[in-house]
Nanobody
Framework: QVQLVESGGGLVQAGGSLRLSCAASGIGTSINVMCWYRQTPGKQRELVATISSGGGTNYADSVKGRFTISRDNAKNTVYLQMNSLKSENTAVYCC?????????????WGQGTQVTVSL
């Protein structure tokens, strides 16, 4: 059974840092792209960052220069280092994995971890 479990969220003051982790299990070595999204009440889910199996990355404009996505393919784990946090970064952060299942790509989601940035 495929599972993605996030950790590392919490309460931090503005200007501080947090490192999120997302460990995937039940997937093996067939993960393609891994992503971080965030969701706040009343807003659409926002793509924060993506990283390919080869390490190529993309970021939302609002986090460029402050957030860094990375992955450890041996551990099937993706990370999000968040620096210089702002109150508007408060959200539930979820990871997602695009996984090869034979010739088909399937998407899997974690439950999310709350990040709260106080002023």
């Amino acid at each position: 059974q495929v599972q993605l479990v996030e950790s590392g969220g919490g309460l931090v003051q503005a200007g501080g840092s947090l490192r999120l982790s997302c460990a995937a299990s039940g997937i093996g070595t067939s993960i393609n792209v891994m992503c971080w999204y965030r969701q706040t009440p009343g807003k659409q889910r926002e793509l924060v960052a993506t990283i390919s199996s080869g390490g190529g990355t993309n970021y939302a404009d609002s986090v460029k220069g402050r957030f860094t996505i990375s992955r450890d393919n041996a551990k099937n784990t993706v990370y999000l280092q968040m620096n210089s946090l702002k109150s508007e970064n408060t959200a539930v952060y979820c990871c997602a994995a695009e996984v090869w299942s034979g010739p088909v790509l399937k998407n899997y989601w974690g439950q999310g971890t709350q990040v709260t940035v106080s002023l």
